[in-house]
């Protein structure tokens, strides 16, 4: 049976084939968050696909030719190839120091990638899907391709969040446009080929008016870092059209393609959706290589709203916080807090408010508190069942049912959600002990047997629970059923399937704390004393102090530069029926322009001063960063020009 084809009904884990891949990173920049992510994900993913029994295969790599690349070695003063050396293996030394068991790690520098590219370059252009031409249009270096008028905000390229360039190129085209009506047709008639649906959707509205045909090379005169094209030296291959092929080309250098490539799913970031659901399919089309099974999308990590990325500066290391949180921990939050293709929001608070909740708490305390008794009740040795109770069945009826239900969920990509089941039985557990209090059973001799019933019961529970989360925390898993007295501390998904695989008679015994509670406080105040120095206050006043200041909206009507102050302002505003005068030391930091028709906040009885010859009549309100830039004051909604300010 296929790997994706699972089916909840047969109890027998699936014996299916499952090929997953990152996006192959670019090399301008070391590994952060967002990289770590789709990292981790993929891990997890494959692990899940391990422990079910599937014949299974992780590839990922580094994206190392094109502008941007060759750009980042000259800021770095290497060669290209000296600089891409380095930061691949930066890459590759990270993802090994995360535990990430990939089977192979491609790079596009590589000789056996480069052959298949040009071996799948020939074949379209044999065919008669190339030609030569000319093309202008915007081209942005951050997201290495034209971009559309209709797609840029703000000036900017949505991807890169960077200007694009105007260009004029004579370069070898690929006839993408002609294969738009069978894409369509395909992503139609196979709804999960591109998931979740919001980014079907998103693809299938960029199929609704001609795609146009894509540049896929560049002259080797102006970016000679790429591979040659096979039937024209003079020009190399547009980045990702060489980047694309890695999914295919690591396989094929390994003789691997017919056992893999039937099953491939690929996963990404919503900011590669073009090139992964437009020119890869159709490139694919043109090669006559069957196309994925899979495109599966995921959000951004946002913090402060903003996209994580090397160029906004807003970058976490995965290094660190894995140090800081602990390897497992650290996945498990990731998983678990964002939804798949929805964008999640990143802070460290929430990293620790989640371990301590469902790690610390939950399993956590099922844990100590088991093992805990029966060390005190029954000196480490794992009881056997008595006969079960209803509400010994109830729990093992919930644990047996989640290997079906977390698989649903995984194929489904809600990964959140099959981890909330999880940890919905785990709080279950942890009511069972509240309800069953093996503390009032281990004072009656008689009810031994029923202490041993209980018992045994937490202790099954959690074996289950370690082998459902495994994919996502292996080393703590592990080591939980190293605790529990498992004398073969690995595990397959049939491990949780039944309910008696604790060998009677073993000893358990807790051992180093596994999910250790964070401090919260001592936490935010390392945050806070990261963010800057402490504010210094001003001595306090009362509320007259405040309520004899006059604070009113105004209305900028005009704006001049002061004739005889370079730094100053003369301001125009209007405040109910009165205009007045104000002069205001932000020329630094606006143009006229960007005041005119702003409602700010002025304080209206000040006493009016002349500032260089002109007559100023009241403040504006203005907040100053620490570098000295200045914002002025303004009502979030439109106000009525005077509306006093409380
Ligand atoms: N080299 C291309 C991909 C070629 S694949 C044939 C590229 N590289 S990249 O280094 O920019 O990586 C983009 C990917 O990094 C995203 O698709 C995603 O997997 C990951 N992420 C980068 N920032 C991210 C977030 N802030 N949030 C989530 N994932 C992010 O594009």
Redesign the pocket.
């Known amino acids: 049976m296929n790997a994706d084809q699972h089916d909840p009904t047969s109890g027998i884990p699936d014996r299916g084939r499952y090929y997953a891949t990152?996006?192959?990173?670019?090399v301008n920049a070391a590994p952060h968050i967002?990289?770590a992510?789709?990292t981790i994900l993929v891990d997890v993913v494959t692990r899940f696909h391990r422990l079910r029994g599937n014949d299974t295969f992780f590839l990922t790599g580094t994206?190392e030719h094109g502008e941007k690349v060759a750009k980042a070695a000259a800021r770095a003063g290497l060669t290209p190839q000296a600089y891409t050396d380095q930061v691949a293996a930066e890459f590759r030394t990270t993802w090994d120091a995360m535990g990430i068991a990939y089977d192979e790690f491609i790079r596009t520098t590589e000789p056996r990638h480069q052959r298949i590219v040009r071996e799948v370059l020939q074949k379209v252009y044999d065919n008669g899907d190339i030609f030569y031409g000319e093309y202008s249009g915007l081209y942005c270096v951050g997201a290495e391709r034209f971009v559309t008028e209709k797609e840029i905000v703000d000036g900017k390229c949505p991807d890169s969040d960077e200007a694009p360039e105007y260009r004029t190129e004579a370069n070898y085209f690929f006839r993408m446009e002609k294969y738009r009506p069978w894409l369509r047709d395909h992503i139609e008639r196979n709804p999960d080929f591109i998931r979740p649906e919001r980014y079907r959707n998103e693809v299938l509205a960029m199929l609704r008016e001609p795609i146009g045909d894509l540049s896929i090379s560049r002259p080797r005169s102006r970016v000679p870092w790429g591979i040659p094209l096979p039937w024209d030296e003079e020009h190399v291959t547009y980045v990702w059209f060489d980047?694309?092929i890695?999914y295919w080309s690591a396989l094929v250098s390994r003789g691997e393609e017919q056992r893999y490539w039937p099953v491939v799913n690929h996963f990404?970031?919503k900011?590669?959706v073009k090139p992964h659901g437009v020119f890869w399919p159709t490139m694919l089309k043109a090669a006559g290589i069957p196309v994925y099974k899979h495109l599966n999308v995921?959000g951004?990590?946002l913090q402060d709203e903003r996209?994580?990325?090397k160029s906004l500066g807003n970058v976490v290391g995965p290094l660190e916080l894995q140090a800081k949180y602990g390897r497992d921990a650290f996945r498990y939050f990731l998983l678990r807090d964002m939804s798949f293709g929805l964008d999640a929001s990143f802070n460290e608070p929430a990293i620790a408010e989640r371990i301590n909740a469902d790690l610390a708490n939950d399993l956590g305390n099922l844990l100590n508190r088991t093992l805990g008794m029966l060390t005190k009740y029954r000196r480490g040795v794992v009881p056997a069942f008595g006969a079960l109770e209803r509400p010994d069945e109830v729990l093992r009826d919930a644990f047996l049912a989640l290997p079906d239900a977390l698989s649903a969920h995984f194929d489904e990509l809600h990964f959140e959600r099959g981890l909330e089941e999880v940890m919905q039985a785990v709080r279950a557990a942890n009511k069972y002990i509240a309800e069953q209090q093996p503390w009032a059973l281990a004072k009656d001799p008689a009810q031994a047997g029923r202490l041993d019933t209980v018992l045994r019961t937490c202790l099954e529970a959690l074996r289950c629970a370690s082998v459902l989360l495994e994919c996502v925390m292996p080393e703590k898993c592990r080591a939980l059923r190293v605790q529990l007295g498992l004398p073969d501390a690995s595990a397959t998904l049939s491990d949780a399937r039944h309910w008696d695989g604790l060998p009677a008679l073993t000893t358990a015994g807790a051992g180093d704390p596994l999910f250790p509670r964070i401090d919260l406080a001592a936490l935010q105040d390392e945050l806070a004393a990261d963010s800057g120095p402490p504010l210094e206050h001003k001595p306090e006043v009362d509320i007259d102090a405040f309520a004899a200041l006059e604070l009113r909206v105004a209305l900028v009507t005009h704006v001049e530069p002061h004739p005889k102050a370079d730094k100053l302002l003369v301001l125009t505003v209007q405040l109910g029926s009165e205009t007045r005068t104000i002069v205001s030391g932000i020329r630094a930091h606006y143009t006229p322009e960007q005041l005119v028709g702003k409602q700010v906040v002025i304080i209206a009885n000040l006493k009016p001063v002349r500032l260089r010859g002109v007559e100023s009549q009241g403040m504006v309100l203005s907040a100053e960063d620490p570098d000295g830039s200045l914002a002025v004051v303004t009502v979030d909604r439109d106000a009525v020009p005077g509306a006093e300010v409380r």
């Open positions: 990152t996006p192959i990173f670019y967002g990289h992510y789709t994206d980047a694309l890695n990404i970031a900011d590669i995921h951004y990590w996209k994580m990325s």
